[in-house]
């Protein structure tokens, strides 16, 4: 009985010195360890290292060991839901302008971007054919008949998206200029900023991007496209990420 209370005494003056997270684990190492740990006094003191002015007037529903073990780390990813909206009731509008003369125009299905290429041109290089085989998440559709451009002149696209479900479009991107060509990588490159619905206010600076996949500059700077890509790289990686952005998009 004695030795038990003088090893009590020893761990009352051993504990304040610990930080949260030992303490938390010294509750694991038997009951009499846990019933020392869990006293008020040494979370509070814990707290008050991290969160001073937490001191000043005490939370009213949290203990100072729950207030640490409930923000003392960030949480733990949440799953994402999943969408309510599918490619299935999505239709792209494509329409790609060089000057005034239109190049490409086609009302795309959203579940022949989601299926992406499956027989890609035997002669594109092979960056490319690294990049279509890439396991990241991808928008695109072959473009058939392929179409060329001409690497001088001001080429735009723009492209709207329709939703079957609830009957309404939305801007993805509105005359956005390719002003960047890789040749290294063979692809051209636009892209705009998405509107997203007064619904989510705090949402914004989201860009969509446009590549021309093509398969070579011949010498009188033209290039001949195979592929147009769509992505959301600044915020959406997977397909259903892609769904959760279109679905707060500003649907008229």
């Known amino acids: 009985m004695t030795a038990d209370w003088s090893f009590g005494e020893v761990l009352k003056a051993f504990f304040p010195l610990l930080d949260g997270d030992d303490l938390t684990s010294c509750m694991l190492v038997s009951r009499q360890w846990r019933e020392v740990a869990r006293d008020e006094f040494y979370w509070k003191c814990i707290c008050a290292k991290r969160w001073p002015s937490i ?130 990588a063979f692809r051209a490159l636009a892209y705009d900023y998405l509107n997203f619905s007064p619904a989510h206010p705090f949402i914004s600076g989201i860009r969509a991007w446009v590549s021309l996949l093509f398969l070579s500059v011949n010498n009188d700077n033209i290039v001949d496209v195979f592929a147009i890509e769509i992505d959301f790289c600044d915020a959406a990686s997977s397909e259903d990420e892609v769904l959760w952005l279109l679905d707060m998009l500003d649907w008229k």
Request: aromatic letters at 10%.
């Open 55 to 184: 001191c000043k007037r005490p939370p009213p529903t949290l203990s100072f060991r729950e207030l640490y073990q409930t923000f003392s780390k960030p949480p733990p990813p949440q799953p994402l839901l999943p969408p309510q909206l599918s490619f299935e009731n999505l239709e792209f509008y494509v329409d790609l302008w060089s000057e005034q003369q239109l190049v490409f125009s086609e009302a795309i299905p959203g579940s022949h971007l989601r299926n992406g290429i499956k027989n890609p041109p035997e002669e594109i290089s092979e960056i490319l054919k690294d990049h279509l085989e890439d396991p990241d998440y991808k928008m695109m559709v072959q473009a058939e008949p392929s179409f060329t451009i001409p690497l001088g002149q001001n080429v735009t696209v723009s492209v709207l998206v329709a939703r079957s479900d609830t009957n309404k479009m939305a801007c993805i991107l509105n005359s956005a200029l390719f002003d960047y060509i890789d040749r290294n």
